[in-house]
């Protein structure tokens, strides 16, 4: 899946401008700054394919990205910037949340969580919505280069806890370093079997 052509299809701010959902569907969902342009780009093998989200407010887009001919991959904007604008927040969250509610060719949502943070409560609001808009999903710990085996063995343990009150959750977490490449291949996998 991830050796034939990775194109930018579209940037998507109205929910009349989605493409027609015929392809399976797979997003990506996570606070700015969690590593989430780093992770698709090294998923992809394309460098510079996801801009990073850069100043707050700015990538308030739901970019799609074509995966082959049978397959979309879609990144959402990033969340839980302090210094967002109210109205930016909001506007962001309708969108969000009539994109979920609505995409029924949306197989997973993938959501990245900082292996340095753990859960947040703006991640833990996410997971909420995936909840009540039964779109399955499943957690990505980034940046996993970043901590020892002991914290990592902390933050596994609080996120498997948390995701047992998530009814949407997959059980299965991810441990990802676009940095050195870990999980990488992994999430290729998943993805690849989502058909
Ligand atoms: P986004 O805002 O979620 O798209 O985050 P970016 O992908 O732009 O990454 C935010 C910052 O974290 C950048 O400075 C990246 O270089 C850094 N970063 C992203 N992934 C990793 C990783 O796996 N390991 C390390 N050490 N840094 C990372």
Redesign the pocket.
């Known amino acids: 899946l991830f050796a034939g052509p990775v194109t930018f299809l579209k940037g998507v701010t109205a929910l009349e401008a989605l493409p027609p959902p015929d392809r399976t569907e797979i997003c990506f969902a996570?606070?700015?700054?969690?590593?989430?342009?780093?992770?698709?780009?090294?998923l992809t093998g394309r460098k510079g394919l996801?801009?990073?989200?850069?100043t707050p407010g700015r990538t308030q887009e739901i970019n799609y990205f074509a995966l082959g001919d049978r397959h979309y991959l879609v990144d959402l904007p990033?969340y839980g910037f302090a210094e967002a604008p109210k109205a930016v927040v909001e506007r962001w969250q309708r969108l969000l949340r009539a994109y979920l509610a609505g995409r029924p060719s949306l197989r997973r949502a993938f959501v990245?969580i900082d292996a340095r943070h753990g859960i947040k409560p703006v991640d833990a609001e996410i997971l909420a919505l995936l909840d009540r808009s039964a779109v399955a999903f499943q957690t990505v710990l980034?940046?996993?280069?970043?901590i020892g085996p002991a914290a990592r063995e902390r933050v596994l343990e609080q996120v498997r806890e948390a995701l047992q009150r998530h009814p949407a959750a997959c059980p299965e977490l991810v441990v990802?370093?676009?940095?050195?490449g870990?999980g990488i291949a992994t999430l290729r996998a998943i993805i690849a079997h989502l058909d």
């Open positions: 996570g606070r700015s700054n969690v590593g989430k342009s780093s992770l698709i780009n090294a996801a801009r990073a989200s850069g990033g990245l980034t940046k996993a280069d970043k990802t370093s676009s940095e050195r870990e």
